[in-house]
């Protein structure tokens, strides 16, 4: 069904850009550099008449120095250029002869007035954490102690991120479900794939990653924690340029990673790819303990798993963006990636009843765990006006997941008699993606813009699982958890938003989204298992108000929704050790959260409080006791009702010119009520996590950075997770020309990112115990050069705005 709507999409889109009006426009464009041929952001640039040097018009110069200028009829100009702390610089004249001409000027020098210290104030950078109004920016490019890391592991690290690698969950400010995005698009890939993603990319190739607690009505309404946009880097100046860097790393197994980046730009057109490759042998191990009634008498399980694992991961990302006319262009995107896992792990399970052994058991277990992965995008953005954009956006995404894993069981009881069990499991599941939006935004005045779209998303899951059992001889496959999955879904989405100022220093935004879902999930034997349609709006509010230049007050609200994944609703099958499996549950819900939040911010200090009701909130990984009770199975469920206090302190401080720190404290009031398995469920704890970065600039080319976090204990659901930290040092020693660098990290110093988590409800007969060693301690070495055009090497100039951009935000 996918490929007749993938081929009538295609033929509509071809039919609207062979019609849409380009007009050609003249376009001027060039960049703004320093005497070092560095860069130079933010510049204001000025098309000047040759006649008289009147303005025929202007525009500020992007970060990266780079400019377009458009709206002006032929004639003869010249180029100025102007910014605070530089002397005024100019081109040579040019003539534009014609409405289409489109012209590439050689770039525009300017030089530091003498009475400025250069060394001093003409080279800055922002800072690893920039608390924006409505989201934290963790700028990556300028972490050293990130460098030769995983998106993942610098994710980790972030203020309110809590990253659970076992469940493959992550929380944002106390909170599940979460949604990750790419350079603000969507990749609708399951939340598994995304974290495997991540931490398979290389940190070298990310720009920043962006935390948003209250996204506006143009976000989809997914993912009720909030949206983790990670930006990647792009190079937009002029030429050829790109950078490339190799790693080695070791804990107790080595570590190894590359990457690659280019970029060509050259008048109309611009192509841009970036490939990077992961090699990680790791090293797991997992103790867990469990405690049971049954029959009046105690029983207990203590399993240590130690794992062996080496993960491959390839990716790359190729695109260009064609101007057809200064007012249109057309862009191309395609990413794809391949990630391995193959782990060969021991298992030792050790059985007492009334503190007596009964048995023992030893489990070998093999697994493969591939992901494939390819991503198209064509897009076409025109201006009507320099305010006034029309957005159209075509994607197909592909994911394949081939997960065979085998268990070989020998179970020995006390009298020596020992039982062998040999399973085989077998899971393929090929996931296709279309999504077709279009997106209106226009400034109608000066303080008022209105944005609008739609958005339709078709998602075709298939899941084939296979589970046999090795008994007389021959291979006998289990009828209850063997069978073939198919889940069509479909979400139709508009939205609209308004942002206008009631007044100089007061700005609102308001927003409706609605969305409509269809989801059928059937099997081979089972039709309807589930069969949900519903529509569902989602408000969204956003108060400003500028009480002067240093101090800032805003609030907002949102409602937002956590729909169950795919994998949580079929009913898979994993096996933990031969008396505890992993299932998922047919009849999980989503989960509807109403989000409130109030800021303040005093110059690049900032204090917030979030308040969140989630009703049906999904809780991952839940235990639940057999009707026997000596088999425990784990599944995502409902709980009915979570409330989320959270208050945020976030406070930059320059100790001196060369010490610059960024600290930040999160608290967490958490409480849960639920209906669990016939009993009522309540809890409610407090919980903080401190955060701090510390930037030292030692000389021009050594510089220094030491980070590191504390989590106290949290909840999750049922379970009560221990507090647990970590502490990163890194140095970065750039070389003469300041086009390569060396950067050697070492992350978790004293190996206290521990996991432990615990779950004791004696009322249902729980009671688990979970330590997670992921071998966090890794010392790493990485080189990076940029060649070609000095763009790579991007400096950021300190302007006399830097600290109002700051504050205001992208």
């Known amino acids: 069904m996918i490929k007749p709507i993938l081929k009538t999409v295609i033929k509509c889109f071809l039919i609207f850009l062979l019609n849409f009006p380009l007009q050609a426009i003249a376009q001027i464009q060039g960049s703004v550099r320093d005497k070092s041929d560095v860069p130079v952001g933010f510049a204001n640039v000025l098309l000047l008449n040759q006649k008289d040097s009147t303005v025929a018009t ?161 976000y989809e309404a997914e993912g009720n924690a909030g949206i983790i946009n990670v930006v990647l880097k792009k190079h937009e100046d002029f030429g050829t340029n790109g950078s490339f860097s190799l790693g080695a790393g070791v804990a107790k197994r080595e570590k190894m990673n590359a990457s690659l980046n280019l970029n060509h730009h050259a008048d109309k057109v611009n192509f841009y790819g970036t490939y990077n490759v992961d090699y990680n042998n790791l090293f797991h191990r997992i103790d867990s303990y469990r405690r049971y ?49 193959d782990m060969d792990a021991v298992n030792d399970i050790v059985y007492t009843e009334e503190g007596v052994l009964t048995k023992n058991s030893t489990m070998d277990n093999s697994e493969i765990n591939k992901w494939f992965h390819g991503w198209g995008n064509i897009n076409l953005r025109h201006y009507f006006k320099q305010e006034e954009t029309l957005d159209f956006n075509v994607d197909y995404l592909n994911y394949f997941n081939d997960n065979p894993s085998e268990y070989d069981s020998q179970i020995t009881d006390v009298g020596g008699t020992t039982i062998s069990e040999l399973i085989e499991i077998a899971k393929e599941t090929p996931i296709d993606i279309l999504v077709g939006a279009v997106d209106y935004s226009k400034q109608m005045e000066r303080d008022v813009k209105l944005e609008a779209g739609a958005k339709i998303t078709y998602t075709m899951f298939k899941n084939d699982v296979g589970v046999r059992y090795f008994n007389s001889g021959g291979w006998t496959y289990d009828p209850e958890l063997t069978n073939k999955y198919n889940m069509d879904e479909n979400i139709m989405a508009v939205y609209a938003s ?42 969204t509010f956003f108060i400003s108000q500028k009480l002067n230049d240093k101090n800032t007050l805003q609030a907002s609200y949102s409602r937002r929704i956590n729909r169950p994944k795919f994998k949580q609703l079929a009913p898979f099958f994993i096996l933990i050790t031969p008396e505890s499996f992993v299932s998922g549950n047919v009849d999980l819900l989503p989960a509807f959260s109403n989000i409130y939040k109030v800021e303040y911010q005093y110059k690049a200090a900032m204090l917030s409080v979030s308040y969140t009701d989630t009703k049906d909130a999904i809780s991952r990984f839940a235990p639940t006791n057999s009707q026997e009770g000596n088999k425990q199975y784990f599944f995502s469920r409902n709980i009915d009702k979570s409330e989320n206090l959270s208050v945020t302190l976030g406070v930059p401080v320059t100790v001196t010119p060369w010490w610059k720190m960024q600290n930040n404290l999160i608290w967490n009031w958490q409480k849960v009520a639920t209906d669990y398995d016939g009993v009522d469920y309540n809890i409610e704890q407090n919980s903080y996590q401190l955060t701090s970065n510390q930037s030292l600039t030692f000389s021009k080319h050594l510089s220094g950075e030491v980070s590191g976090f504390y989590n106290s204990k949290s909840i999750w659901g049922i379970y009560e997770s221990k507090a647990f930290g970590r502490l990163d040092v890194g140095i970065q020693w750039k070389l003469k020309n300041e086009n390569s660098r060396f950067n050697l990290n070492l992350n978790d110093v004293f190996k206290t990112r521990i996991y432990r988590n615990v779950a004791d409800v004696p009322e249902l007969n729980i009671y688990n115990r979970w330590r997670l060693d992921f071998e966090p301690r890794v010392l790493r070495l990485t080189f990076t050069h940029n060649f070609g055009n000095e763009a790579v090497k991007l400096k950021k100039r300190k302007t006399a705005s830097e600290e109002e951009q700051r504050r205001v935000g992208d």
């Open 58 to 218: 202007g525009v500020m110069a992007t970060e990266e120095g780079t400019y377009s200028i458009t709206n002006f009829k032929p004639g003869n100009y010249f180029i100025g250029v102007s910014l605070i702390g530089y002397k005024p610089a100019y081109s040579d004249p040019f003539t534009i002869k014609s409405a289409n001409d489109h012209r590439h000027n050689a770039p525009v020098y300017i030089v530091a007035e003498s009475t400025q210290i250069e060394d001093v104030s003409v080279v800055a950078k922002k800072p690893i954490y920039e608390l924006q109004i409505d989201r934290m920016v963790v700028n990556v490019e300028n972490s050293i102690t990130s460098s030769g890391s995983t998106a993942l592991e610098v994710l980790e690290k972030s203020p309110g991120v809590i990253v659970d690698r076992q469940n493959n969950n992550i929380s944002l400010a106390g909170k599940s479900g979460v949604t990750i995005i790419l350079d603000g698009k969507q990749t609708r890939m399951p939340l598994e794939a995304a974290m495997q993603m991540l931490d398979g990319m290389n940190a070298d190739n990310v720009k920043k990653i962006e935390l948003i607690t209250t996204p506006p009505a143009r």
């Open 293 to 341: 009634m049954l029959d009046g008498l105690e029983n207990e399980s203590e399993a240590i798993s130690r794992r062996d694992a080496i993960v491959m991961f390839q990716n790359i990302r190729m695109g260009f963006d064609y101007t057809i006319s200064s007012k249109t262009t057309f862009s191309v995107l395609t990413n794809g990636y391949i990630r391995n896992w």
């Open 498 to 539: 308004l942002s206008f100022k009631l007044a100089k220093n007061t700005s609102v935004m308001a927003g409706l989204r609605y969305e409509y879902m269809n989801s059928v999930l059937d099997s081979e034997t089972e039709k309807g298992i589930v069969d949900l349609h519903y529509g569902e709006l989602f408000p």
